[in-house]
């Protein structure tokens, strides 16, 4: 026989008057135990509340912008009598810290949402910081991602092929910058840069952190410090990643190189001019140091 059940807010380790910032399911729709129908937002993290019951939703006795706490009944459900007492329910996952993009080009202003709604972002390939917000403080829920793919795909030129346009490489002008070489391209390297371009422009891109030990860099900086400090200028550990930089652009020159425009030559540049990422109250900006290889540290 049916039976209509509950499903409450887990111990949310004392936290009262939880902001409910998404609801994931609506009364008619199949769920499974542990799947996720709310998301809570705190004041300084995010979890999505699985559900303790497996059934069709009855209720939903929540909506987003309501404040909940432990205990709280979230929706009612109905389940088959004939199943099994469910275990007690597991207990909440650990807190999500809410991960915001900063500094970047795209947008300088944090983009709110939550685990599932970025879960979508990254299996769609969608960037968040280009999706504007419907929900309670512009937050991005999940039909905001759903309508920025379907009118991304609308805006999608008819072609032959692939069907994908790719826009055409700006003509730039490298010798007003510095010396440069012209190298051909090989067949094979012509060849396997449109497929990379393609795949660029396609696939997720990824970023490789490694280890390196700068404790005798970092005790030479140090030394150098105070005596510096007194001609008013700082040596931070800015510069001499710059001119590691440099060091491992001269290693492989290959990095320090552009397409020219016809796409059948590569242009490997002598000069090592560098951009770097600094946060201001203007926001952000990239000022170029040029000829960092012909610099000092300070």
Sequence with gaps: MAQIKNVTTPDLGGAADVTVIEVLVKPGDKIEKDASIVVLESDKATLDVPSAEAGVVKEVKVKAGDKVSTGSVLLSIETSGSEAEAP????????????????????????????????LARELGVNLALVPGSGPKQRVVKEDVQAYVKTQLSQLPASTGTGIAFPPAPQVDFTKFGPINIQALSRIKKISGKNLQRNWMMIPHVTQFGEADITSLEEFRLAQKNELEKQKVKLTPLVFIMKGVVASLKAFPSFNASLDASGENLVLKNYFHIGVAVDTPDGLVVPVIRDVDKKGLV
Excluded at 93 to 118: C, F, I, M, W, Y
Aim: aromatic residues 0%; charged residues 20%; neutral net charge.
């Design 88 to 119: 007690p329910p597991a207990p909440p996952p650990a807190p999500v810290e809410e991960k915001v993009l900063t500094g970047t080009v795209q947008s300088t202003n944090d983009v709110h949402a939550g685990p599932g709604v970025r879960r």
